[in-house]
């Protein structure tokens, strides 16, 4: 029997990518302020309607694998790759609640990102939908921020190892105040003069100073990753715009 959902699980895909490119961004904004508390409650107040739209997510999917509800190759092409995605919600869900490390899951999104676009790449190669080049395109746009989590959960979690503040530290050189030698008698003016600081401590001991610095490098991951997030918001909408007037005027 035909049953079409396919509507609501493109809905579950929006609510998807706006709660994790919303989390994203805090955690992104907390990572440029240096401040480890903030990312944690971030990911812990974002793993519950996560998980939630991940649990309908797998639900769908394993009763898709099932039951094979849609005409002929749309199970394959759709079915399959829904399911994986559930899982990867409740993964990434369950990891954040309980302050695991992310990039497990990343590296697990990251090889469902490339079975997606896989997927999507072939179902366009033999036009199996009716909306080819859409489908291609919310399937690549997914499966291309799937594989850009893997690098940002690594510096996530790189960070979250170093609450201190010091995970990306760098060392940088410190203003010092030095002693003027004494002019005043021979055997002082041959004496080594020794650097100090203005509260009295040895230049070779503060010379260097701690400095917070978010390397480009994790700008350009962490950002990446954001912006592909958003554009798979947009894949995901533009494909609910295409399909969901035929949802609507044929109900089964």
Do not use: C
């Not at 199970?75 to 954040?96: K, Q």
Request: aromatic content about 12%.
């Amino acid at each position: 029997m035909f049953v079409d959902y396919l509507a609501f699980q493109e809905v579950l895909l929006v609510f998807a990518v706006a709660l994790v490119g919303y989390v994203a961004v805090l955690s992104y904004v907390a990572m440029r302020r240096n401040d480890a508390a903030g990312l944690k409650s971030t990911l812990k107040s974002g793993a519950v309607p996560i998980g939630g739209v991940g649990a309908i997510a797998t639900i769908l999917g394993i009763w898709g694998e099932v039951a094979w509800p849609l005409p002929g190759s749309y199970n394959i092409l759709f079915t399959d790759i829904y399911l994986i995605f559930g899982l990867t919600l409740v993964l990434l869900a369950v990891s954040m609640a309980a302050s695991l490390k992310l990039q497990y899951v990343g590296l697990f999104a990251f090889v469902a990102g490339g079975i997606t676009i896989a997927y999507g790449w072939n179902g366009y190669q033999l036009g199996m939908t009716k909306d080819p080049l859409e489908t291609f395109l919310l399937f690549g746009s997914f499966g291309l921020a799937a594989i850009l989590s893997f690098p940002a959960t690594v510096a996530v979690d790189h960070f979250l190892a170093h609450p201190d503040g010091t995970a990306f530290a760098t060392r940088t050189p410190a203003a010092v105040a030095r002693r003027r030698p004494s002019l005043s008698g021979a055997s002082r003016a041959v004496q080594p003069v020794v650097p100090e600081t203005s509260s009295g401590t040895p230049d070779s001991e503060l010379s260097f100073r701690e400095r917070f610095h978010l390397p480009i490098y994790v700008n350009v991951m962490v950002l990446a990753f954001v912006v592909m997030v958003a554009l798979a918001a947009i894949a995901a909408l533009w494909y609910l715009d295409v399909t969901l007037p035929a949802h609507l005027a044929n109900a089964p």
